[in-house]
């Protein structure tokens, strides 16, 4: 139910349905989309139209190019950021371009002309040394070329660094019909040379995803040096080294570098240091490149593991470390307790949830890496009991185990993993940073799982809101009263839960088994209403604006429109106690 309230300040109360004349004035002619015109060169809609047709190499779609052109007229984005958005969409990278054709195209997009063949070798040496092809667009997208091209079109080119931006092949050429390294091929590989074997369809066909979807050549590299199948072959320190050369290398090693790896191990130095050393290198990075994989800066340093038996390879001695190594005593499993999918970027309340089912009794007991860091965070669900005091910093402990969250700023795919720490050892380990084999095990408990990034997904949602409830011969106000009475008149969005205090006032209650975006759970409060209304009014040019966001302002859950008007979509609050409030049940995760 909608509120607004007069110049002079009296609230009246806006009714969801409107009387038939109103209704008849609102509901005009049905949609019409003029179609784009493949022949403008002008302006910023020549520039979107250039794009297409040069990338993308067809005429632009009318929602597209709409999309695009109010991106770079509003200033959401610059000339450099359409043009990732291109290059890098998944239109373009499904024509998978060799080496050569890539450059061929930044070159007809950003300097306007066809490569000069010194030029095309320079880049092409370029990437042969290991550059990302995030790299070599910085080196097209910065060029004075198409700083001028973006000025002939009225767009402000902007600055940006895409380095680290993975473009994966998943096949041969779509353009000269040359044959690529794919994806798949590098995961192959992995198998081929750490695991000594060919890969099963699964297994192949979870890498080749996870890597796709954002995880870099040394994330899934450690998913095989550090698994179960390859520290069972129980291998020497010599032939350890072995195995990394040809693995990140490509290649035997060379007797002064394995001599200097190996004495590197035997005087105390971690597996995890020297596959670090490895994947850090310039020759991963150029293994990397010749699949469109982005190598990866992670550093594993504090993971090792010790030989159990004779080594597979040169059969030598069961290897007995002088102290032995800490050996996990506790099982464990996890699950992603999200009710809603897909899960998001860091937003309004709505993180990812782990929970971790588990024997082990304490929380000091083990830490939680995520892409190989520390980074568990905690938010308190009023529908969850906590044994103890609720800590931020730590899984807490709950039904059956423990419950935490993760805030992820970055969409891209994440592994979640489980150190074991050895009984009165953790204040060595997480705060003296003392990691030893002797203190601390790695345990078999994986979690991987993908972040969407929630800003894109809030703009798409938004602009689904305009498609639904909206005709183009609207004016801004019109369209956006049709969105705010046809989406949020309805009933359909509630407040968030509030519990009543001892002292008699009222707090909000998240709960777990309802954390999620505004568009999946249908919660609306008086913070992120105003915003709603705010970002509405922005997309069909309707200025609306936040009365206030101090909630110690009467009018904080309001937006004032240009008419004069004053408005809130933000739900009567409902209250009640942590009595009606159903506990969140940890029992059917298995």
């Known amino acids: 139910m909608n509120y607004k309230t007069d110049k002079g300040g009296r609230i009246r109360r806006y009714l969801c349905h409107l009387s038939v004349a ?27 139209t250039r794009l297409y047709n ?79 092809r995030g790299t070599i667009f ?54 081929n040379v750490c695991l000594d074997r060919n890969p099963d369809s699964n297994g192949l066909n979870s890498w080749v995803n996870t890597i796709i979807n954002g995880q870099s050549g040394a994330q899934t590299a450690y998913g095989f040096v550090f698994s179960n199948e390859f520290v069972l072959k129980n291998l020497c320190n010599e032939d350890f080294v072995e195995y990394m ?5 490509g290649r035997d090693s060379d007797a002064a570098g394995k001599a200097g790896w190996v004495n590197v191990l035997n005087n105390g130095g971690t597996k995890g240091h020297v596959f670090s050393g490895f994947t850090g290198s310039d020759e991963f990075k150029k293994l990397c490149a010749q699949y469109g994989i982005s190598a990866g800066t992670e550093d594993y340093s504090s993971v090792d593991f010790k030989a159990s038996g004779p080594c597979s390879v040169c059969q030598g001695e069961a290897q007995q470390p002088e102290d032995p190594s800490y050996q996990q005593k506790y099982d464990y499993k996890m699950f992603i307790v999200n009710k809603y999918k897909p899960l998001y970027t860091t937003n309004n309340f709505s993180f990812v949830n782990i929970y971790i089912k588990t024997d082990n009794p304490s929380s000091e007991g083990f830490s939680v890496t995520v892409n190989g860091e520390h980074s568990v965070v905690g938010m308190e669900y009023s529908d969850v009991s906590v044994e103890g005091e609720f800590v931020t910093g730590l899984p807490n ?36 940073g003392w990691k030893t084999a002797e203190n601390h095990c790695i345990t078999d408990a994986k979690l991987n799982f993908t972040c969407e990034d929630y800003q894109t997904a809030y703009d798409q949602w938004i602009d689904s809101l305009v498609d639904t409830y909206t005709k ?83 009018f904080h859950a309001y937006v004032d429109t240009p008419d004069g008007d004053r408005l809130t979509i933000c739900p009567p609050t409902t209250t009640g106690d942590l009595g009606t409030i159903k506990p969140f049940d940890f029992s059917v995760y298995k």
């Not at 109103?22 to 979107?48: D, K, S, W, Y």
């Not at 190019?65 to 291109?86: I, P």
């Not at 150190?419 to 997480?430: R, S």
Request: aromatic residues 14%.
């Open 245 to 249: 050369y040809k693995a990140f290398f």
């Open 472 to 554: 183009p011969d609207m004016t801004p106000e019109e369209k956006f009263y049709a969105i705010v009475r046809g989406e949020f008149s309805n009933g359909r969005y509630t407040y968030d839960e509030v519990v009543k205090k001892e002292d008699g006032t009222y707090r909000k209650a998240p709960t777990l088994a309802d954390n999620g975006t505004i568009w999946q759970n249908h919660r609306l409060n008086s913070a992120n209403s105003p915003k709603l209304l705010v970002s509405i009014g922005q997309r069909v040019g309707y200025d609306v604006k936040a009365v206030s966001y101090d909630i110690s302002n009467w």
């Open 397 to 432: 402990k709950v039904e059956g185990g423990y419950l935490f969250s993760l805030s992820m700023k970055n969409a891209g795919s994440y592994t979640v993993s489980i150190e074991e720490i050895k009984e009165g050892c953790y204040e060595e380990y997480a705060f003296k």
């Open 22 to 48: 109103v209704m008849a004035l609102i509901l005009l002619c049905c949609i019409h989309v003029l179609p784009v015109r493949a022949q403008e060169n002008t302006g910023v809609e020549g520039f979107v």
């Open 54 to 132: 040069i990338c993308l190499d067809r005429d632009p779609d009318p929602a597209g190019f709409n999309a695009w052109v109010n991106q770079l007229k509003s200033g959401a984005n610059t000339g450099a950021e359409a043009a990732y958005g291109f290059v890098f969409s998944n239109e373009f990278k499904s024509k998978n371009p060799c080496n050569t054709d890539y450059i061929a195209s930044l070159y007809r997009c950003f300097l306007g002309r066809e490569p000069d063949s010194a030029g095309m070798s320079a880049w092409l040496a370029r990437i042969e040394a290991g550059d990302s």
């Open 138 to 191: 910085n080196g097209f997208v910065g060029s004075d070329e198409f700083t001028k091209i973006c000025q002939s079109y009225g767009i402000n080119r902007g600055n940006g660094d895409w380095s680290s931006s993975a473009f994966v092949l998943t096949g041969d050429c779509q353009i000269c019909g040359g044959k690529n390294k794919t994806v798949s091929d590098f995961v192959t590989r992995l198998y």
